[in-house]
């Protein structure tokens, strides 16, 4: 419907022309006198370029955009340079470019302002530079250059959007830290241990006798009957920075400072070496098994690069449905920037479980915690929760406030 009612304006502005230059001509014929004269042959060399401009088709016009990388971190500086192309060098008075992009830059200011006149006259090939200042995470598409020009006067306009599209991935800002396995306390003596004890429950060692908090399936019936007392296996014990990650994605004006300290952390424990995996819930539920080295980085970065806080429930929510977090033998670690008093008691939960999980709460610069916040967090440090508050521009310091308990 759009591009008929475009072609009828363009044939209701031919034929508008075309009058105009008869009443002009009939004026000067039927007036007679050098003002009526004067009047047409001023007017005539406007229309007859406007007539020439409204049989020219700029269908011919190819655009091409030059960038210098399609990844980016967020807040980089993008610059592009689009070159026009024509076959026909037809003289254009005028023309305005302007990029268009897809929704997720829709409102930046800077793409706003990627719209500038040019004067191409008799020449092929034209074109214009741009830059976006600080670039948004997440993936982006420019989709073509919208081409207008028209003659001195208005009576004829031509417009075409051409089809030019480039993809640009930006990934989360991160900032450097050094990742420092979470020192654990105990309740007996209050013992610290800087690395996470696993048992490797593929293969007992031995028995032993029973002890609290030994697990049912680890009983030796056969050697329960022997001795007359319950005896469980043992294992072999071995030390593991592996971490799981679990990153809140409920809407939060805070979300973008939740994502680049997720991403931090990732580079982090990765760099360390050790192997971790991220668990999200946005508009879908998206799981990485703990994994080490750069394929891992990368993938994980990805899906950091296009998530939104889209959760349509409660980070709390989300834990109760996660129900594999229970027979996870790596450390937890959860991310949010929304403290609630059910996040606590279901933490605590894992934590009795699995005995280490932290919490990182994400302010921005300079704020401080409510007094609700400092309650809870009095009450997660009593439960055996780590809960460390960061704030935007110090994630550095995350990991020496853990250990410092």
Request: charged share 25%.
């Amino acid at each position: 419907m759009k591009k008929i009612f475009q072609k009828f304006k363009e044939v209701w502005k031919l034929i508008v022309l075309l009058l105009l230059i008869l009443i002009t001509f009939s004026y000067a014929m039927f007036q007679g006198g050098f003002v009526s004269w004067f009047l047409f042959y001023s007017f005539l060399p406007f229309a007859l370029y406007a007539l020439g401009l409204a049989f020219y088709s700029i269908k011919d016009i190819k655009a091409e955009r030059v960038c210098t990388k399609q990844e980016y971190n967020a807040g980089e500086k993008f610059k592009a340079s689009v070159v026009l192309d024509r076959k026909v060098s037809f003289p254009l008075f005028y023309a305005i470019a302007e990029e268009e992009a897809g929704d997720t830059l829709t409102g930046n200011r800077d793409i706003e302002k990627a719209k500038t006149m040019l004067f191409p006259g008799f020449n092929r090939a034209f074109g214009f530079d741009y830059t976006i200042e600080n670039l948004p995470r997440g993936e982006h598409t420019l989709l073509g250059i919208k081409f207008k020009t028209g003659d001195p006067l208005g009576l004829i306009e031509k417009e075409k959007t051409l089809p030019v599209e480039n993809k640009i991935l930006v990934y989360p800002a991160y900032q450097d830290m050094i990742y420092r396995p979470v020192a654990h306390h105990f309740d007996q003596g209050m013992t610290a241990s800087k690395e996470r004890v696993q048992r490797d429950t593929s293969m007992a060692i031995g028995v032993r006798e029973y002890q609290p908090g030994d697990r049912f399936s680890w009983i030796n019936w056969k050697a329960t009957a022997r001795r007359n007392d319950i005896m469980t296996k043992e294992f072999e014990q071995r030390q593991s920075h592996d971490v799981t990650i679990l990153m809140d994605c409920a809407p939060e004006q805070r979300f973008e400072i939740v994502v680049s300290f997720t991403a931090s952390v990732i580079r982090a424990i990765l760099r360390k070496g050790a192997q971790v995996g991220l668990l999200t819930l946005s508009a879908e539920r998206k799981a990485f098994p703990a994994r080490g080295g750069e394929a891992q980085q990368q993938q994980l970065l990805y899906h950091l690069a296009k998530i939104r806080d889209e959760s349509p429930v409660p980070f709390n929510r989300v834990l109760e449905t996660e129900s594999f977090l229970a027979q996870q033998n790596n450390s937890i670690m959860m991310i949010t920037a929304q403290l609630t008093k059910e996040l606590i008691e279901k933490a605590s939960f894992y934590n009795q479980r699995n005995g280490s999980v932290s919490i990182f709460l994400i302010k921005n610069r300079q704020e401080s915690p409510t007094n609700m916040e400092k309650n809870l967090r009095a009450s997660a440090n009593a439960r055996g929760i780590h809960l460390v508050m960061v704030h935007d521009g110090h994630f550095s310091e995350a990991f020496s406030e853990v250990n410092r308990g």
